[in-house]
Structures are given as C-alpha cells and as structure tokens.
C-alpha cells in the first residue's frame, strides 16, 4: 500500500500538498462516484490546513450537511501517516462512535470510493466491557441467573482456563449484548470501583485485550472524550505504576461536537471514594508482616472513614430530579475530613518504612501508595471550598462521595493545549449569538482558529417548527396528548427528546393508555445497548426512538426521521455542577442556563434535516416560549434562515 494517496514532493511543505489533494477530492473524485461539490466542505478544507501547518486549535463550526466529518478524517490520516502516529478522534459518546465506523458510515465511504485502505481502531471507554470479576458475582446472585450463566458459558475458552494462552481475541464489548438493558449492564460491565491493576483476571479481560488491538492502530484510534481524557489525567499514574497509559503516543485529536469537552474532562478528573472499597484496600496491607504502629494506623483509618462517612450522610440533601444528593459542607464534616487525611499522611509516612523492610508484596504496596495519593488530592480540594464539586450518591452497600475541581481550565491547558498538536474542535453547535466565548472560556483556550460555515440545505423548504399554545400552562397531560397527535401526523417516524431520565420513563408508562399509540413501536433508551437501538429504529420506518442522550450526533436521514418532538427545553439540570457553575457566574441566567439550553437546542433541531431529500416537522413543547418574549426571540435566532416558528399543527 502506498503511503500517502498522492504523490507527494518532499521539496514542497507536505501540508499544502494534502490540501490541494483534498481539494481535488472534493471537485473531481467524489463527484464522479456521485458526490455533490459543497462550497462549504471545500471551505472547511482550507481552514483546517492552517490548523496542521501550524498545529493550532481551531474552532471549526460547520452546519448539517458540509461533510465535515470527511474533511478532518482526511487531514488525519495522512497527516498520521506523515507523523507515523495515529491521530485520534474523540467522540462525545460510544454512540457516535458506533456511527463514525459502521459499514454505511464515512471511513467506510472514503475507504471504498478513494481506495484507500484506513486502519481505524475504536478505543472504548472501561465501562464498555464486561467485568468478569463483576460477572462472577452476578451468575451466583439473585436476579437474572440464569441469563448471566448462559452469558459467562458464551465467553472464550480461554477465560475459563489456566493453561498457557495460545491465541487471543477481544470479546466482551457492550454492543455484543444489546439485549441487556442498563440496570443489567451495570451488574457486570466495569466501573470505577473495580481494581484491574491486583485482578488476578486481567491477562484475560476483554478490555485489556481490546486495548493491545487499537494501539497498534497506524491511522486512527476512535474513542469517546471521557476516554480521551481519562488517558490524560491518568498518563503520569500509570507510568509510575509500570502500566501502559490507555492511548499510545499520537500526532492530532479532533474533537467532534467538542462543545461538549469541558464536561468530559470534569468526568475524568473525578474521584468516587466508598467506606467499603477503602477498608478493602487498606487492609490489603495487613496481610503482610506489618510493624504494630502500622497495623494501629490503620485501624484508626477505618474508624475514622466510618465516623466522616456518618456525617456525610447526615449532611446529605436529596435533590428533586436528580439521583444525587447536595452535601452541606459544615465545619464538623471538614474537622472529619481533615482527621481523615492526617491519618492517612500518618500511613503515607509508614509505608516509607516498610518499604524498605521488604516484607509486603511490592506490587500491593505500590498500588495502595498510588490510591492514597489520588485520594489526598481529592480530599485537599475540601481545604478549598471554592474550587470544590462534591455530592453523594446511595446505594445498597452504602454511601459514595464523589469530588471534582469546579474548574478543568488550568490543567486542560497544561496537558492537552500545550502540546505541539492539530487540535480540531468540530460541530455545528460552538458559538451562541455568533461568539466562541461560551466554549473557549470554559475550556481555557486562549489562542485558536475559528470559522463558522452554515448548512447548505435549503430548510424554508424541508422543515417546518412548532411552539404549541397551551390551555393549561403545558401541562403534562396536555403534552402526552399533543405528542400522540404529532406522532398520528407522522405515522410514528418521530425522535422524541426528553430533558431527564425521570420524564422519558414517565412518558413510556403513560403512552400505553393512549390507543392511538397501540400499532406504533417504540424504543427507549436503557432498554437495550444504545447502538442497536438507533439500528432498530432506522430501519422500522413507523417507529418511535425516546431518548435522553441523543441531542447530538444522531445521524438518521431518510424518512424514519420525519418529526422531532422536544419534549421540553433542555435547560441545565439541578445537580451539583451545574449549582456550583451557577454560583461563580456574575450572572447565572446570562453565562451558564441560557447559553447551554440554546446550544443543546440547536444541535436536538438538527437531528431532524440530514439530507437534501429529507422533510419534516420539529416541535418544541415549551409553555416559557409563550411567557417570555426575550426567550422566545432568542429560541427564533437558532432558527435557519426563513425557518418561522408556528403556533400549532394546524398551521402546518
């Protein structure tokens, strides 16, 4: 295989090159094997040259049907292929990630109509494999036996042997059991509570064999941005702990809806810590000769876990509509926290000493010292009230606590904006009211490239929006049965879009008391593995896809998307984050509701228009649109151009 798909001059900057190679794709391959030439993709194409050549960031806002997602796969891979690095794209989730590498999806596309063969590997997230520790557990427990004994008997041969390991292949992943709905899932796919590093499983778990797979990767490495992230704050923990860090080294990241970064990377710096999972891990060390003044040490350690556990429970606030509980930070619950790390830095010291008696196992200690460590930083941040996120959140084997910096900024730019990289940021949803700021000051960035290119559809055409009046303030009733008369429009063929959890299972047990909705089939989100689910839809035409998570990426053109029904205005949810964001802001409503309402928005609109062939309706069932003229005009602006917003369906 030829390195490059062009014959490349080494006398001439080999960027320039791409370009204009790029450039002859767009007007005169693609359109013989029946592409369209978009003046907006060509556009894009030679913002994003700049980019590389100088290896910036760049804001790169492009419309529904630029084909921008073509244009930053090809910089990548041959500037991958210059570099001999993968480049790496970051979705916003696995689901955009399924659709980036399906047969019909766009490296398939460029791969069969420019001939080219591309090695791009996905990189899924921990959370996207089966835990066979977890797996365990479930086959002998309570509910659902045998379905998970029938699961485990599924696995590879060699999982259930000891003997030496011939040949390996990755299993495991989620989208292999889209049968499981999520409270199933959850029962045996990792989470952040399971050990890999002391697993006596781990040379035969499909997450560590997926990850041999993608790093060996000579194009593109796919993942998620909590994966992205996750491998950068990890990368100097595992190195210290003799592991591998999660992504090899690599020339370029995009990106993709990467409005959505700066959430991702608030996830990936968390830390979870449970009375439980700690005294698991501390007494580890008494297995080992252990000097007294260690083993009082650490009794005192879990005494005092349980006595700063009870005062967080005690000053734990439910949170109406969410499952997290708000933590009251009081002054006996930091005297408690300040106990527990001053018993902790006693242990720290210890451990000093007995690793030079050599009598523990070195690897134990080793992982207990690095557990420490992430729990001191974790635990500082209470020293700092200000800079702190924290809530609760139950479960059957007790409280977890979970702690976050309020601001991601400073390390972003340390470890992420300071390298000597093409950062592409992509989506059709970065600035609000034609500003990056929104984006750029949350993220931290302070040099960058940007350019905005609209969509090249014709919408007053092909898509019609309604704000429904109410008779009683939008009621929930009132919106059922508006949403059944939209779903009669359309025969099914709908994406209904809910704001919350707790309103997409609401609606899902009241339509079934609406008859009209009898011969219509609908899918919801958690009942199955989110991909599948996206599959089933598309392809039954008369269907109803109800969902959480899908305000952005969903890619269905064709007429099994011809209405979409926002169920309410995605405004921030009441959780602990976002109140923290809210309490820094100068003016809340302004700087942090607003802005992120009209961006999710804006791309759940989009999700309806995909094609040149497509046509349909989008409604927004909102009673504030009616109350607030400024709202109202501001929900108008994300409009596309001679897009009016209606009254009602019979105005359509």
């Known amino acids: 295989m030829e390195r490059y798909p062009f ?23 693609l359109p013989e094997a029946g592409f369209e030439v978009r003046d907006e993709q060509i556009y894009m ?28 796969l090809l910089y990548a891979i041959c500037y991958a ?31 069969r109509h420019l001939g080219m063969a591309i090695d791009a590997r996905l990189g899924k997230s921990p959370d996207q494999y089966v835990c066979l520790v977890k797996l365990d557990e479930a086959r002998f427990g309570y509910e659902d036996v045998e379905m998970y004994k029938d699961l485990y008997e599924s696995l590879p041969e060699f999982v259930h042997t000891h003997e030496a390991l011939q040949s390996f292949y990755a299993y495991g992943d ?20 399971q050990d890999c590093f002391v697993c006596d499983k781990r040379h035969r778990c499909g997450q560590t064999l997926s990850r041999d797979h993608y790093r060996r990767s000579g194009d593109l490495i796919i993942c998620s941005h909590d994966f992205y992230m996750e491998h950068v704050w990890t990368y100097e923990g595992r190195k210290r702990e003799g592991q591998l860090p999660l992504l090899p080294d690599h020339c370029a ?70 499952d997290r509980k708000q933590i009251v930070l009081s002054d006996q619950l930091l005297e408690e926290v300040d106990r527990f790390r001053s018993i902790l830095t006693a242990i720290e010291e210890e451990l ?68 000597n990289m093409p950062i592409v940021f992509s989506s059709a949803t970065l600035s609000v009211d034609g500003s990056f700021d929104f984006v750029t000051d949350s993220l931290g960035v302070e040099r960058y490239l940007s350019f905005s290119v609209a969509s090249p559809y014709e919408y007053e055409h092909q898509m019609e929006v309604i704000a429904p009046k109410w008779s009683y303030r939008g009621t929930f009733s009132e919106k059922m049965k508006t949403a059944v008369k939209l779903l009669e429009h359309t025969e099914g063929r709908a994406l209904i879009l809910f704001p919350s959890k707790d309103e997409l299972v609401r609606f899902k047990r009241e339509v079934a008391y609406y008859p009209e909705c009898a011969a219509m089939r609908f899918w919801f989100e958690g009942d199955q593995e989110i991909s599948h689910l996206i599959s089933s839809f598309q392809q039954d035409e008369l269907s109803v896809l109800c969902a959480v998570s899908l305000w952005e990426g969903l890619d269905v053109p064709g007429p099994s998307l011809s209405n979409v029904i926002v169920w309410s205005l995605p405004w921030p949810p009441q959780d602990p984050v976002f109140m923290a964001k809210r309490q820094s802001a100068a003016s809340p409503y302004e700087e942090v509701d607003l802005p992120y309402m009209l961006l999710r928005l804006k791309q759940g ?37 001679a897009v009016r917003l209606k009254e009602s369906l019979e105005m359509v």
């Open 352 to 419: 000093v000493f007995e690793s030079e008696l050599y009598t523990l196992n070195a690897y134990h200690l080793r992982i207990v010292e690095e557990h420490l460590e992430m729990m001191q930083k974790a635990l500082s941040l209470f020293r700092q009230p200000e800079s702190l996120i924290c809530w609760a959140t139950e479960s059957v084997n007790g409280l977890t606590l979970v702690m976050m910096p309020r601001t991601v900024k400073e390390v972003l730019r340390e470890r992420v904006f300071s390298a």
């Open 253 to 322: 990241v995009v990106f993709d809806e990467g409005h959505l970064l700066e959430s991702a990377a608030q996830k990936a710096l968390t830390y979870k810590l449970k009375h439980v999972v700690f005294e698991e891990l501390i007494t580890r060390l008494l297995k080992g000769e252990i000097r007294e003044s260690l083993a009082v040490l650490i009794d005192e350690a879990i005494e005092q876990s349980e006595a700063m556990f009870g005062v967080l429970e005690r000053q734990s606030r439910e949170i109406p509509g969410s």
């Open 605 to 641: 609109i989009g999700r309806l228009i995909r094609s040149r062939d497509d046509r349909g309706l989008v409604a927004i069932l909102s009673e504030e649109l009616h109350e607030s003229p400024e709202l109202r005009a501001k929900v108008m602006g994300l409009l596309p151009e």
């Open 174 to 193: 989620r989208k292999f059991y889209p049968h499981l709905n999520d409270e199933q899932w959850n029962k045996i796919g990792w989470d952040a509570f």
């Open 45 to 72: 194409a030679f913002q994003l040259e700049r980019a590389f050549a100088e290896k910036q960031a760049i804001f790169a806002e492009a419309g529904v049907g630029t084909g921008k997602t073509l244009v930053y």
């Open 81 to 111: 292929r210059y570099m001999q690095k993968p480049a790496v794209i970051a979705c916003a989730d696995e689901s955009l990630i399924e659709q980036l590498v399906k047969p019909e999806g766009d490296i398939a596309k460029l791969a």
């Open 7 to 29: 014959a490349y001059d080494r006398s001439q900057p080999f960027i320039q090159q791409v370009a204009e190679w790029i450039a002859d794709v767009f007007y005169d391959i």
